[in-house]
Every structure is written in structure tokens, then in C-alpha cells.
């Protein structure tokens, strides 16, 4: 197989919806009055951004100013030479993703209507090529096609939406969402080529593993099928199939298998079978090493000459979603196995990581997804209003172990039964399932975002117990009959929540915890992050708790004469469901809002938001298994935003990556204050038994130490144990000037520091500390030492940008030195260093 990519520069027109065919825009000597360049793959906005022909779109309010760009047509052309030798050969165009409504012309001639971006778009051009030729492609957002789309039976789930987005096929956060603007994408926004056939082609090559029950012995299966493009059935030609397995790493060759085969005009299906003794297993993030290895099959004609070629990245891995009764009053599990194994799965949802989305680069994906890996996720719930994301996204997951939940992608809204519709739908479930299943990382399917939920909500909201659900067909019966056939190997899950009569239970399935930051109605109970100790969900697939991102952030979407609360650009920048949440979220943890500084408001918002995702995540963690996955919304930001996430648009961390990142370590030592007692938890992720120590006491702020003691535990693999109850009755005397402190240890290293407070933080009365530091070379290594002779909180450790903390935003316990290692480049010198802390 040869390929001759088609990337790169194009000529781009725009053009009034419905003129280019008029005019004849598709003929090769057509002239574009107004052209500019755009890159393939890409998008509209970001060529015209280039050309200057629109601001930025994500900075203030700029968006509404690019809108206009959705209701024109996009006109593309590019020239490209054909090789005289591969003009004879079977040639395929082949369009990864056009996003959305098309129209392809080759050389003047109209090959192909397409309508769906998430589905690749491949043409047969075999005899239409010549030595020169004019590709000339018509796009439009899909927005002129529904815009006159009925409105009932389809109602979004928020008002913010636009209603008729679920007639169009494709990425339907771009429509607005209450974290996203509205930027309806438009353009070729993956790659395209020319892929030319010596005869035969490899199609739809599946890759499984089977593991035997001791993990001594594998059988790997490589299933699809040979094409003959052929017409001529008197010849039956004899072709091999070579299946190598190799360690990735060093390229070594694992196993190998040759099976000779006959490939008829068509399609021959073929099936070979690969054994691995010893195997090396696919582990998730924490759990084992994520091992991956290189799958290669060529496709040789009689004298050995390859003719096609597949080739991946695989890790051996087996999944399944265990769902067994629990004790009368918990209901059913709903737990996530990997090689047998049981995993709590530790993560976040996944969005688009830019309302433009072409303009994620794999340099940001591979950010994202690493610095996700050191906080200690091994999941990551791809969102079903987004996209199927870049494959290179899905293999650095795999090498990161983290695994990945797949929505399919519909979300919060009812879509339309028509038979066209569903049509597209079945061949879009192919084609993804098809161009998916051999990613490692992907554990789990889910037929979509909250549509079953939002559909009892409508039932009790109209009254109507026989509220017609006019797409529950493609999520109970046309998925899960398409994946029988396409992907056994992987658990299919309904919808997302999802689970017995109510699908938002606390007793089965997977539950969105949202009665904190959105569905409770009183201000003070919404905001109050305890109140997750409440809940009893079986795996916590949503939740969330909203927090501006730091100063620097601010200034790269703000202009600096916006910079302050409540702004235009602020409020479009706001997320439709804050409601007062931060102020009221202050106001009862923290102080009056009014009463803060600008850069007190954010420091302090930020650190409730890292105390409530820490206190939700450590709550849920305890329960392990009642409780078997805690996944919070979400991960990182489209743009820049007032919002939900812990890394922000520009790779920025919030405070609250570091609370995450605490509360999901593989070892995790955890406080439950009661009334008079704390109760002390460990939980160990890891599959060893764990023999470790307890130091704890209660003190002053100040230093004095009123009580303190030891214990030690030991932890079972994989488990969560109470490992001790300490009385706190002296706090009830002065419960605002003293706080009660733990420390893990394993022999003298310090595994977690825990802390927690009798009274909210308003009510603390904190002594001024003074905090001393130092930078310490050791071995090679760069160390930060910090002291406190009184309680410090908060303690931040501003670097160089091209310096990384092991941690941050941490407290100080009286007199204990915490040592912080350092990465980066370079001498990190002191006056580079800034430490700051809340009780200055």
C-alpha cells in the first residue's frame, strides 16, 4: 500500500450558504474571488485567525464576534500530483473527519455527499486520478441544514443550548454548554489522503487477548479480512498473512505465525492465533506496569512482497464490570475488573481541550494525560458531547494506564427516531467501535450522557408516566446488538447515569452526585461540600465544585480592564450554573466575599474548591468497594474559564490539583471527624499487604501539644480498613484554636500528612506563622525544606516555570519539616523561589 498525504496548505473561500454551486466553485478553473490559506487538518476559525480576519475567539467576549462563521459555506481546493505508476493501482480518498455537511469534487466531478463529523469519509477514486488534479471540498457547520429542525420532541437539557444541535452529527459542546461557549467548528479537521493498492488491502483487523486463569499462558487472535479488488473470479490467488508480536521497548519478537490464505474477488474473512508464555500484562496507573506491545501483520503475495500492513501499539489486558448484590442495604456492585482483578477507579471526564478543536496538538494531550498520571488517575470518562478523541490520545493513555470509559456521543438531550437518523447512527457506531476497539485503554462503552436520567426527571416535571423516550432504542437495542457483533470484549453500560428503576441511584450502577454545586435549591446546603459524606453511589461518575483559575490565567481571556468580579467578560467567562455558589460557598466556609480582595476571592475559592473535590474523593475512597470509582467533573478546560477543573485551558494547575493529587495517592491516609472522635482510614491501592505507622495528636495552632500516641496497621492489598478511633473530647473546650494532625509512615519515610479542623475555617483563630526554607542538593537531586514553629496553611511554593514541585498548597504542622522534591532543569536558586501562606 502506498499513501500520498493530502495535509497541508489548501486554498480557502467562504461564501454565502448556498452560492458555490451556483457559481461553479467546484470547477477546477474556477478562481476564488476572496481566498486565504488554510491548513489541513484544521478548522475555519483558526485559518481566519491566521489571515487576522477575526480576534481570538476565546479572549473576552470575542466569541460572539466569530458566530457569522457558522451560517456561510467553506469552500477548500488543493492541487496534487499523482506518481504515473500508482495511476493503474485501486485508489482510495480517504477523509479522517469533515466537520460536518460536505460535498467532494474530483477534477470537477461530484464524488460524495457526507453529514457526519465523527465518521471518516473514504471514496473509491480507482480510474478518476491523473497526473495533475484539483480536490476541491464544500463544508458547512451543519447549522444552515437543521436550523428549521422542530423543536419537540428534542429539548436540550439546559437553557443555554441550542435545541436543534441533536440533529447534527457532531461535537454538540460547541453549540454552548455551561463551561463552553458557542463556537459551532466547521472545516477538514483530521487528515486526508490518497491511499493506492497494489490488488489486496487488510480491512478491519480486530486484535484480542484471551489470558489463562494461573497468567502463565496467553493467546493472542488477530481477526478481519483480505479484499481483492478483482473482479475476475476464475483467479484464485494465494497470499500469506505473517502476525508478529514484539516488546514494544526494545523491538524484540515475541512470537510470530504465517498462515497462507486464498483471497476470492471481495472479502475473505481470516482468523489467526498468536501464544505468549510468559505474557506481560496491561496494568492501570498504580496497579502494575502498563505494558504495552507492538502487533504488526503483513499482507505478502507467493514471492513475499508485502502488499498492506496493520500495525499497533497493544496492551494484554482482559475487562469486565462485575455487578453482584451487596448487603441488603447497599444494592449491587459496580465494579471495574482488569486481569481479574478489582479497581477503584480513580479519574476525571474528559472534554474536548479546546472549543477549536483541531488546535489541540498531541504536545498538549501528552501534557494533559501525564500530569493526570502523577496525580494518581488511572481513569479518564471520555464525554458524550465532545468528540471520539485523537488516537493519540487513546495510546497515551494506555502508556500512562490510565483507562478510558467511552460515551458514545450523545448527550442530554432526546434525539430523533427518524429512519434516517437512525441509519447514520448505526453507521456511525460501526465505524467508531471498529476504529476504537483495538485501543487498549478503553475498558468501557456507554451508550450516552444522561439521557436516561434526564428522561425520569421529564417524566415526574410533566406528570406524564408514559413520557415517550424516542431514542431509548439506540442505547438498549441497536448498541448493544452492534457491539455483540463488533467488541465482546469489553463491558457495555446504558447511559451514563445509569441503574435500575431510578438511574441516578445510590444502590446500582454509576450515579452523577450533583445535589451539591447544582440541584439543591437552599444556597447554604448547596454549597456545602459535606454534604457528599452523605452518599452512598455505587460509582460516582460525575460530580463537581466550581473555582476561578489562578491570576495568571485570568489575564490571558480578560482584558486587564476587565480584571475584576462580575465583568463582561467575567460573567461570559462565568459558568451558567455558579448561581452565587462561590460567594455563598465563601460566605459559610471562609468570610463575608465582600470583605476579600480581588486576589483574596480567588486564592480562597480555589482552596475550597481542592477541599471539597479531597473531602468527596476520600469519602468515597474509604467505602472501597461499596463505593468503586469516584470520577470528578472535570478534568480540564475547552477555554478559559470560571469553572469546573483542576488544570485549567493554558496547562496551568489549580490549587485544586494538588488536593486531587493527595487524595488519590496509591496509599491514602483519611480522617472522619465525628462527633467525639476521629476515626483514622487507610486505604492501599497497591497489590501488596502493607505493615505501616500512625503518628497523630492533637494540638494547638500554636505548638502546644495536648495529646499524641502511635499505632500500627496492617493494610490488605487492594483494600480500605478503619485502622483507628482517637477520642478528641479536649477539643470540645477550644475547638477554634486547636486542630487534630496524623502522619503514615513506612520506617521512617512519610507517606501522607492528614489534618482536620473541630470548627469551619472562618472560625479558626490561626497564630501568624513564620515559615523558614531552604534549597537542599542531595545525590543529584533538588529538595525544598520547609519549617514552621506554628501551624502554617495553605503554604504555597512559587517556582520558575521550568521548575516543578512535587506538591503543593499544603499545610505546615507545627515544628515538623516538610521536604519537597524539585524537577526541572537548571540551578534553582533562592531568590527564585516565593513561599507564601494564608495565616501570614
Not at 477534477?107 to 480536490?135: C, T, W
Not at 517556582?799 to 522534591?821: I, W
Request: charged share 30%; with cysteine; aromatic share 14%.
Amino acid at each position: 500500500m502506498h499513501r500520498l498525504t493530502l495535509d497541508g496548505s489548501w486554498i480557502l473561500e467562504g461564501l454565502p450558504y448556498g452560492e458555490g454551486v451556483e457559481k461553479q466553485a467546484y470547477r477546477p478553473d474556477y478562481v476564488p474571488s476572496d481566498p486565504l490559506e488554510a491548513l489541513v487538518p484544521g478548522e475555519v476559525h483558526l485559518d481566519l485567525l491566521r489571515a487576522g480576519r477575526i480576534p481570538e475567539p476565546l479572549f473576552g467576549e470575542n466569541a460572539k464576534l466569530c458566530q457569522w462563521v457558522e451560517e456561510k459555506e467553506w469552500w477548500y481546493r488543493r492541487k496534487f500530483s499523482v506518481p504515473e505508476e500508482w495511476l493503474t493501482l485501486h485508489a482510495e480518498l480517504v477523509f479522517e473527519g469533515i466537520d460536518t455537511d460536505c460535498d467532494v469534487y474530483l477534477n470537477g466531478e461530484h464524488l460524495a455527499h457526507h453529514e457526519n463529523m465523527f465518521v471518516p469519509l473514504v471514496i473509491d477514486v480507482s480510474g478518476k486520478l491523473q497526473r495533475e488534479n484539483i480536490l476541491v471540498v464544500r463544508v458547512d457547520s451543519g447549522v444552515p441544514r437543521i436550523k428549521d429542525k422542530p423543536f419537540v420532541p428534542y429539548p436540550a437539557g439546559s437553557p443555554e443550548q441550542d435545541y436543534r444541535r441533536v440533529w447534527a452529527r457532531k461535537a454538540q459542546f460547541t453549540f454552548a454548554w455551561d463551561w463552553a461557549p458557542r463556537l459551532v467548528n466547521v472545516g477538514i479537521w483530521r487528515s486526508v489522503s490518497l491511499r493506492f493498492f497494489e490488488g489486496f488491502a487488510l480491512r478491519d483487523v480486530f486484535v484480542r487477548g484471551s489470558i489463562s486463569c494461573d497468567r502463565k499462558s496467553a493467546t493472542v487472535t488477530l481477526s478481519g479480512a483480505v479484499e481483492n479488488f478483482s473482479k475476475n473470479f476464475a483467479c484464485e490467488p494465494r497470499l500469506r498473512l505473517r502476525a508478529l508480536l514484539f516488546e514494544e521497548e526494545g523491538k524484540k519478537l515475541v512470537t510470530s505465525k504465517d498462515e497462507s490464505l486464498r483471497a476470492y474477488p471481495g472479502l475473505t474473512n481470516f482468523t489467526l492465533t498468536l501464544e505468549v508464555a510468559p505474557p506481560r500484562l496491561w496494568w492501570p496507573n498504580g496497579f502494575g506496569e502498563p505494558h504495552l506491545y507492538r502487533v504488526l501483520l503483513l499482507l505478502l503475495d507467493e514471492e513475499g512482497r508485502e502488499l498492506d500492513r496493520f500495525e499497533k501499539a497493544w496492551g494484554l489486558r482482559e475487562v469486565a464490570l462485575r455487578q453482584e448484590p451487596l448487603s441488603s442495604d447497599e444494592g449491587e456492585s459496580f465494579i471495574l475488573t482488569v486481569n481479574g482483578e478489582p479497581i477503584f477507579c480513580k479519574g476525571a471526564d474528559w472534554v474536548p481541550a479546546d472549543s477549536l478543536i483541531p488546535r489541540v496538538t498531541r504536545e498538549k494531550y501528552q501534557r494533559l494525560i501525564e500530569e493526570a498520571q502523577k496525580a494518581h488517575c488511572n481513569m479518564f470518562r471520555v464525554w458524550g458531547g465532545g468528540i471520539y478523541e485523537d488516537p493519540f490520545f487513546y495510546e497515551h493513555c494506555a502508556r500512562c494506564g490510565i483507562m478510558v470509559w467511552q460515551d458514545f456521543m450523545f448527550a442530554c438531550a432526546y434525539y430523533p427516531k427518524s429512519p434516517e437518523f437512525l441509519q447514520e447512527v448505526e453507521r456511525e457506531i460501526q465505524a467508531v467501535v471498529k476504529q476504537l476497539r483495538n485501543e487498549t485503554a478503553i475498558v468501557l462503552w456507554c451508550g450516552n450522557n444522561e439521557l436516561q436520567w434526564l428522561h425520569e426527571r421529564n417524566k415526574e416535571i410533566t406528570g406524564k408516566k408514559d413520557l415517550e423516550f424516542p431514542d431509548y432504542d439506540i442505547y438498549h437495542i441497536l448498541m448493544p446488538r452492534l457491539l455483540k457483533d463488533l467488541d465482546p470484549t469489553r463491558p457495555f453500560w446504558p447511559s451514563s447515569p445509569y441503574g435500575g428503576s431510578d438511574p441516578n441511584s445510590e444502590n446500582e450502577g454509576d450515579r452523577h452526585f450533583w445535589d451539591v454545586s447544582i440541584l439543591i435549591e437552599d444556597l447554604k446546603e448547596r454549597v456545602n461540600y459535606e454534604n457528599y459524606a452523605r452518599d452512598r453511589g455505587k460509582f460516582i461518575s460525575e460530580f463537581g465544585i466550581l473555582a476561578p483559575p489562578v491570576l495568571e490565567s485570568l489575564r490571558e481571556f480578560i482584558p486587564e480592564e476587565e480584571l475584576f468580579l462580575d465583568s463582561p467578560s467575567w460573567q461570559f467567562h462565568n459558568n451558567v450554573f455558579e448561581r452565587e455558589n462561590i460567594r455563598g460557598m465563601l460566605r459559610e466556609f471562609v468570610k463575608d466575599p465582600e470583605c476579600l480582595s480581588f486576589p483574596e476571592y480567588l486564592r480562597f475559592a480555589q482552596l475550597l474548591q481542592g477541599e471539597a473535590l479531597k473531602f468527596a474523593l476520600e469519602h468515597w475512597r474509604r467505602r472501597k468497594f461499596l463505593t468503586a470509582g469516584a470520577l470528578f467533573w472535570m478534568y480540564s478546560d475547552c477555554w478559559g474559564a470560571i469553572g469546573w477543573t483542576v488544570i485549567d485551558y493554558y496547562l496551568r494547575k489549580k490549587p485544586s490539583y494538588y488536593f486531587v493529587r493527595r487524595a488519590f495517592q496509591p496509599v491514602d491516609l483519611s480522617l472522619r471527624q465525628g462527633e467525639h472522635a476521629v476515626e483514622l482510614f487507610v486505604v492501599n491501592d497497591t497489590p501488596e499487604t502493607l505493615v505501616l505507622a500512625v503518628e497523630y495528636g492533637l494540638s494547638c495552632f500554636d505548638g502546644q501539644e495536648i495529646t499524641s500516641g502511635n499505632l500500627s496497621c496492617h493494610i490488605p492489598p487492594n483494600s480500605s480498613r478503619k485502622v483507628g478511633v482517637v477520642p478528641c473530647g479536649a477539643a470540645k473546650a477550644r475547638p477554634s484554636e486547636v486542630f487534630f494532625w496524623a502522619r503514615l509512615l513506612d520506617g521512617d519515610r512519610v507517606l501522607d500528612w492528614e489534618r482536620c479542623f473541630f470548627v469551619r475555617f472562618k472560625d479558626l483563630k490561626l497564630e501568624k506563622a513564620r515559615v523558614d526554607w531552604d534549597i537542599v542538593s542531595e545525590k543529584g537531586e533538588t529538595f525544598i525544606e520547609l519549617v514552621s514553629p506554628v501551624f502554617a496553611w495553605f503554604v504555597n511554593v512559587e517556582l520558575p516555570s521550568s521548575f516543578t514541585p512535587e506538591d503543593n498548597y499544603f499545610d505546615l504542622f507545627p515544628g515538623k519539616v516538610r521536604r519537597l522534591k524539585i524537577t526541572g532543569e537548571g540551578e534553582l536558586k533562592k531568590q527564585d523561589v516565593k513561599i507564601s501562606w494564608n495565616n501570614a
